[in-house]
């Protein structure tokens, strides 16, 4: 049987990377799939979180999550620290998994920067908490954008190990489901960077929280080059701007990238980026919109994430106690 999870961080700026990478595809997954959807607060904390932030965010995501169209009837929405068969699962996988397995993180090489020294444990063990939110349901697949393919892949070693370690088949080895138009969507000030939360400039991404206005305005200030746009794929190769607003526009259009460019071969930017505003302001405005509205109602928030909360921990606690069971802990 398939089971889906996935989660996002809480901490803030979520944007059209995270909607177009992820959010966006967690929704068609629910019509055919049993779906567990997590907003991860306790790795967000892997660096420094304000407390009433962090909260004020973790309702956000799961604002986010409705607002696109994950329906808390059907699919499971709830806050990860709020189960806590997630902590037990890390820890022993702390256990399972090895130094040297870590020391290839490119996020945390990425995330901790030059001073590692100073980095939290947390931040360092960052994808064995992964590992155990995905296992912790016996997930089989997890959708996600580009960047987290390495980490799914360390998901599945751990998996692997635990399994050949202790003699049994405890563990599904999950799969990343990376699918769409826009599986990495880059900054819009930089075509060779990720769009991020955590980017200073606020110029870098489109957020949830943007309107109409401030959409139109980092779209008419992203970074281009003064070619127009060609009308096949190949030639975008070398211009990662072009490339990456071709991209979001495929995806929020439903298109490939190649019926876009057929649309739009020869066309300057100055005609490119106003139908790349209004399109996404279609599309991707209206969730924002909605997200607000729930936001402001976060007892209506909490109740859903309680619900799901027990949901959540009615399929890992049974997983857990046999885990526990496998490794030899005393269950009085
Ligand atoms: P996070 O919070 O950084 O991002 C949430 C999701 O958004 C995707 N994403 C992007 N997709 C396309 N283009 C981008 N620029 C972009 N930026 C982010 C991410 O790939 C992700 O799918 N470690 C995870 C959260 C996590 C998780 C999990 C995911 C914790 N436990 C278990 C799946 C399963 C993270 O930091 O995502």
Known sequence: MSRIFSGVQPSGNLHLGNYLGAIRNFVRLQQDYECIYCAVDMHAITVWQ?????????????????????????????????VPAHAELAWIFNCVARLGWLNR???????????????SVGLYAYPNLMAADILVYRATHVPVGEDQKQHLELARDIAQKFNNDYHTETFPLPEPLIFGAATRVMSLRDGSKK???SDPSDYSRITFMDDRDSI??????????PEPLPDNEKELEGRPEAANLVGIYAALADRTRQQVLEEFAGAPFSSFKPALTDL???????????????????DHVDAILKKGAERAAAIANPIIREVKDVVGFLQP
């Open 216 to 225: 139109a305005l980092k779209l008419r200030k992203a970074r281009t080059d």
């Open 195 to 197: 769009m991020s939360k």
């Open 50 to 82: 304000n407390p009433d932030e962090l909260r004020k965010n973790t309702r956000e995501v799961a604002a986010a999550y409705i607002a696109a169209g994950v329906d808390p009837e059907k699919s499971i929405i709830f806050a990860q620290s709020s």
């Open 280 to 298: 996404a302001v279609e599309k991707f405005g209206p969730i924002g919109e909605e997200m607000k509205r729930l936001a402001a109602n976060p």
């Open 105 to 119: 993180m490119t996020q945390f090489k990425e995330k901790a920067g030059k001073n590692r020294e100073n980095a």
